[in-house]
């Protein structure tokens, strides 16, 4: 054991000797582990930043809310079975809400109406486009979580009156007011002037896809005064309990059966979501770039890895005499073995730790450039570079280091 | 061989047994017998120069003898273990700890200095580092390089090598010392200094076994063995005279 120890250190102090003495052939091998150890981190790090973005973006839908629409947050293959289905009404939440109070133990604490359509808005000569007009009631803010940059949300009496007032995501906030601060000030909506009464915090976009800050938020009478073409309707329900989550789905389902007045015959004639059911429609999606991400960066390290194992062929023939003189001092196959071994795990441990540094310093200047990007970098996935350029090492260090070590020490010490 | 002239006669234990030993290469579609048959007998504090023109199976017994390489048939004793039945392992271990060998070429590792070079053979033998550092340190002073320690062999002259490569060979106190042409890449005056380094390593009680094809350095040696055709063509004692003729010089 003490000899193996004393073999061990021998041996790495020939790779480091070796790798100076080397300098360029061992910076141009290492460059294949480099950019290979580079490209798997940065795919590693870009896959666990939609991971956390992922969550992020599903955190906004809030775990203890249940969706009531038209149409199943999932793709269908049946989607003329739900195109005809009846239209989800605002008025629903009053009868939900009513049906609640009545219950005794009931899993649903509320449900809010709201309406959304897509117009643009106006402040001006500043216009934007396509910004989500949603109509709900004061209760809205108990199901949202987000905050507030300046100002509030509408209120009861503003709400029930279908008052011409507004809260504005940060995206319109910040186009149409890019210095001012927008409290007070009147936008038109559809030609329809809206007083702002609020501004909501940046919420960022949903997996990159839709900015959750393109929004404005209005009374729902004012709402159905002005935009009732075209808006569809969905019924937010909170929970009071997260954890009894399917039974409040079932209780919701029963009183919206009721509210529709279904025959117990007939089918569910609406969906009812939740942010679960959008995960697992989208967890494969997330999973199959993960893999092919992974694959493709993963050749360039096999790239490398090849790199690696040439050089350490190159390094036995060049050294046979060198390998023929340490086995007739009495090198054993095992030490010729080992040392090879080492010396390529040297090489990639080395090409590791630099690729590590420059994946690091990149992913620091992504993450100043653009503060949104989702971009982690985990100690875990420090490890396991570390732990993957050492494997790396190892097996394209194999085949030259047996190769050496089965060679014939008479033949090994007469090669010129 | 061994007629009534006075000679010294070896005395100690014997070292080397070699009986009836043969080696058969194939070298393409033929079958080349380099060794036919050799048997050589050497004890504890012998000096021996093997000699024979190249192609005489010189070489071949060398490395038969350094436990380079195995024999087709025969029997190898050495210290009373049987070689030829050896593993590579084994034949690691007898190399390692029996046998110092010195190069014609000095095989030195070029990036390591003259300790690191002396300490490998006992890394090989599992010696700690400190005891290590001590044997090498010490050894390397006795064969007149005290002042080079932690000279690289690009740093060293040709003389000064072979002393390094001496003094590796000496470090784990083998049994025998198998020198292939030591002086064959010196100039006449270092070769001579590096014999008489040989010529005082015997004298301390080392065992000595000398390939070359120069009779002025097989001079040195007390017995000369000499190769002809895979054969033992003479193996011969210094006599007395000449002996004495040396003790002169």
Same mark, same amino acid.
């Given at each position: ?416 | ?171 784990? *106190?083998?049994?025998?010392? !198998?020198? #292939? ?5 010196? &100039?006449?005056? +270092?070769?001579? /200094?590096?014999? @008489? ?24 040696? *007390?017995?000369?063995?000499? !190769?002809? #055709? ?5 193996? &011969?004692?210094? +006599?007395?005279? /000449?002996?004495? @003729?040396?003790?002169?010089?």
């Amino acid at each position: 054991m003490k000899r193996f120890l004393y073999e061990l250190s021998e041996s790495w102090k020939i790779a480091v000797a070796q790798m100076r003495s080397n300098m360029t052939r061992s910076t141009l091998t290492a460059l294949g582990v480099i950019i290979g150890i580079v490209a798997v981190t940065l795919m590693g790090t870009a896959i666990s930043g939609i991971q956390v973005g992922f969550d992020k973006s599903m955190a906004i839908f809030g775990d203890d809310v249940l969706y009531v629409g038209q149409w199943p947050w999932k793709n269908v293959d049946d989607w003329w079975n739900y195109r005809d289905r009846k239209k989800i009404k605002t008025e629903y939440a009053e009868g939900l809400n009513r049906m609640i109070a009545m219950t005794p133990n009931s899993n649903l604490a509320i449900a809010i109406p709201t309406s959304s359509v897509y117009r643009s808005v106006k402040y001006m000569d500043s216009e934007v486009n396509n910004v989500l007009i949603r109509g709900t009631v004061s209760d809205y803010i108990i199901t949202s979580t987000f905050d507030f940059k300046e100002g509030r949300f509408f209120n009861e009496l503003e709400s029930r009156g279908g008052a011409n007032v507004c809260v504005i995501g940060y995206d319109v906030a910040d186009a149409l007011f890019p210095s001012a601060s927008p409290i007070d000030k009147s936008v038109l909506i559809n030609g329809q002037p809206f007083k702002v009464v609020g501004v909501i915090s940046r919420q960022g976009s949903f997996l990159g896809l839709f900015s959750l800050d393109s929004i404005v938020v209005i009374p729902l009478p004012a709402f159905q005064k002005y935009f009732t073409a075209k808006s569809e309707a969905e019924i937010l329900v909170k929970v009071k309990d997260k954890t009894k989550l399917a039974d409040a789905k079932d209780e919701l389902a029963g009183l919206m059966r009721h509210v529709r007045g279904l025959p117990p015959e007939k089918k569910d004639d609406f969906s009812i979501n939740e942010q679960q059911a959008l995960k697992s429609t989208l967890d494969p999606i997330k999973n199959s770039i993960a893999v092919a991400g992974l694959f493709i960066t993963g050749l360039s390290l096999f790239v490398g890895a090849i790199g690696i194992m040439n050089i350490t062929f190159v390094s036995v023939k060049e050294r046979t005499k060198e390998i023929g003189t340490r086995k007739a001092l009495g090198a054993r196959r095992r030490t010729i073995l080992l040392q090879f071994l080492i010396e390529s795990t040297a090489l990639c441990l080395l090409g590791g730790i630099i690729g590590l540094t420059f994946a690091f310093l990149m992913c620091f200047l992504i993450g100043v450039a653009f503060p949104s990007f989702p971009i982690h970098f985990s100690s875990k996935l420090v490890l396991v570079s570390i732990l993957v350029s050492v494997l790396t090492g190892l097996i394209s260090g194999f085949a030259p280091a047996w190769s050496a070590s089965r060679l014939d020490p008479v033949t090994a010490l007469r090669y010129e | 061989m061994m007629d009534t002239r006075d000679s010294i006669r070896p005395v100690g234990p014997v070292v080397i047994d070699i009986e009836n030993i043969t080696k058969d290469y194939v070298m393409g579609e033929e079958i080349v017998h380099a060794l036919r048959g050799v048997s050589l007998r050497v004890h504890r504090n012998e000096y021996i120069a093997i000699m024979g023109p190249s192609g005489s199976g010189k070489s071949t017994l060398m490395n038969m003898v350094g436990c380079l390489d195995t024999p087709t048939s025969g029997r190898y004793g050495f210290n009373g273990r049987n070689v030829a039945e050896m593993d590579d392992d084994e034949l690691a271990a007898i190399r390692n700890r029996e046998i110092g060998f010195v190069f014609q070429t000095f095989n030195l590792l070029p990036r390591a200095n003259t300790l690191r070079n002396v300490e490998l053979p006992l890394i090989y033998a599992g010696v700690d580092p400190e005891t290590r550092e001590e044997r090498a340190t010490q050894t390397l002073i006795d064969v007149g390089l005290g002042d080079r320690l932690h000279h690289k062999p690009n740093e060293l002259s040709g003389g000064q090598r072979q002393r390094v490569a001496i003094a590796r060979a000496l470090v784990n *106190r083998p049994s025998i010392i !198998l020198a #292939d042409e030591p002086t064959g890449n010196l &100039d006449s005056k +270092t070769g001579e /200094e590096i014999m @008489s380094l040989f010529e005082d390593l015997y004298r301390r009680g080392n065992t000595i076994i000398l390939v070359t094809h120069e009779a002025d350095i097989a001079r040195h040696a *007390r017995r000369t063995v000499r !190769l002809r #055709d895979g054969l033992i063509e003479s193996d &011969d004692l210094m +006599t007395v005279p /000449e002996l004495e @003729s040396m003790a002169l010089t």
